[in-house]
């Protein structure tokens, strides 16, 4: 066991090697400049390096906390979890977790394919992606077929956006700090619209979004794309990429130009210089949101749930997370309480606010 940082070069190019070998999309989430970046802002991220023979045959990066409770790597903001390990046999899995000194392991997008711990997962769920492998004209000829006045619509709002607003500019690697420093604003902004817990309010994850976007190898970029009107940012978005995944991660726009949906006009540019760098899936997450079900050509599985070991560790990881995540699954399944759900929290937003 390591602290991130601790890892050897030859460790972590072992490490990109098992990632290009393997059969998952090459999200960024699971490279090892994510995990180093987590480990630099919280204290108890770890990496586990897995030995047959006396060679190296994977990794699993992870925090442990209090009693043992182990979670994935950067659990919360991480849309991408799971090992790295070589094909072949998997080591027992309540064993790594006991060298480890970890009582449970939770994870919430576990990766597919994921033998190591998908047995344990309670609920599935679909990550939402693009598909710009064969370039963005082919992505548009899908968008034409499955939801025309969809697209139609929305390249008549960027056309009149620039009519109202300004002259519309679109950079896909952005990197000016002022704008990240907008885009946090705009969604931080955004969440306390929503009812929901202000991510940006938690300094590891406001300094994590910094080391990122700083961070530029191959396989983990932190990359800002904004879209521009009369010369203002009106929407950004801040991800990772790989050579072959872009990874959406944090996206908001200005809500003083809503009605143009600025939001949407951005991630139709991102797709196609996405497909321009030979990037072929952009990864919009788990979680439903109408945008997601319009610009999508497809999913990918992702799972939740945690493995745990007998002892006051497992006990406490239960205790603390399955009644509320049953209680999220209840709800989440019945379209009616959802949308109750939904407006009492923005209600309550509203009040907190006045």
């Known amino acids: 066991m390591l602290r991130p940082e601790e890892l050897g070069e030859g460790e972590r190019e072992h490490w990109r090697e098992l990632r290009a070998k393997s059969h998952a999309p090459r999200n960024p989430f699971m490279e090892p400049e994510f995990t180093e970046a987590v480990g630099r802002v919280r204290p108890a991220a770890r990496v586990a390096v ?9 990794f699993l990066p992870y925090e442990r906390g209090p009693l043992g409770q182990g979670r994935a790597i950067g659990l919360g903001v991480s849309d991408c979890q799971g090992a790295v390990l070589r ?4 080591p027992d899995t309540r064993q790594l977790l006991r060298a480890c000194s970890l009582s449970s392991f939770a994870f919430d997008n576990l990766e597919a394919e994921q033998g ?9 769920y679909a990550s939402h992606v693009i598909d710009v492998a064969g370039g963005y004209g082919a992505y548009e000829k899908v968008l034409r077929a499955q939801s025309p006045k969809f697209l139609k619509t929305t390249l008549a709002k960027e056309r009149r956006l620039g009519r109202q607003v300004g002259d519309v500019r679109f950079v896909f690697d952005e990197r000016d700090p002022a704008a990240l420093r907008t885009l ?15 991510r940006f309010a938690q300094r590891w994850i406001t300094e994590l979004v910094g080391r990122l976007a700083g961070t530029r190898t191959p396989e983990c970029t932190g990359t800002l794309s904004v879209l521009y009107a009369g010369g203002q940012p009106v929407a950004a978005h801040f991800g990772l990429r790989s050579s072959t995944v872009l990874a959406c991660w944090f996206p908001a726009y200005d809500v003083e130009v809503a009605k143009y949906s600025p939001g949407l006009v951005l991630h139709l540019r991102m797709a196609e210089a996405a497909a321009a760098e030979g990037i072929g899936l952009l990864d919009m997450g788990r979680g439903a949101a109408e945008y997601k079900d319009s610009l999508k050509t497809g999913e990918l599985p992702v799972y939740e749930g945690a493995v745990t070991r007998w002892g006051a560790g497992a006990a406490l990881y239960w205790l603390g997370r399955e009644p509320a995540r049953r209680a999220h699954g209840f709800v989440r399944d019945r379209p009616r309480l959802a ?13 907190r606010r006045t």
């Open 50 to 58: 897995v030995y047959e023979g006396g060679e190296s045959a994977g």
């Open 116 to 124: 190591l711990f998908t047995p344990y997962a309670a609920e599935e």
């Open 87 to 90: 094909q072949g046999p998997l």
């Open 339 to 351: 949308s109750l759900a939904a407006r009492t929290l923005k209600g309550a937003a509203r009040l």
């Open 184 to 198: 946090m604003a705009w969604k931080s902004a955004q969440y306390r619209r929503t009812g929901r817990r202000d």
